[in-house]
């Protein structure tokens, strides 16, 4: 799952506990407001904004 890889992650990199809190919270929401399912489908959702601001260039 992916918040226990960032979890794993910033905990191999120090990150203090609050601050590894704060991050997970904040992927949370940011996943639930967009309604993403699943990894690839966040995946597809950036890669397409960042296209779409390459082709504005």
């Not at 203090?16 to 996943?31: G, H, I, L, P, Q």
């Amino acid at each position: 799952m992916l918040l226990d890889e960032m979890r794993s992650k910033l905990r191999r990199e120090g990150y203090a506990y609050s601050t590894e809190n704060s991050y997970c919270d904040w992927v949370k929401r940011f996943v639930k407001f967009h309604g993403f399912l699943d990894r690839e489908s966040m995946l597809i959702e950036s890669m397409g904004g960042l296209f779409s601001v390459a082709l504005d260039s």
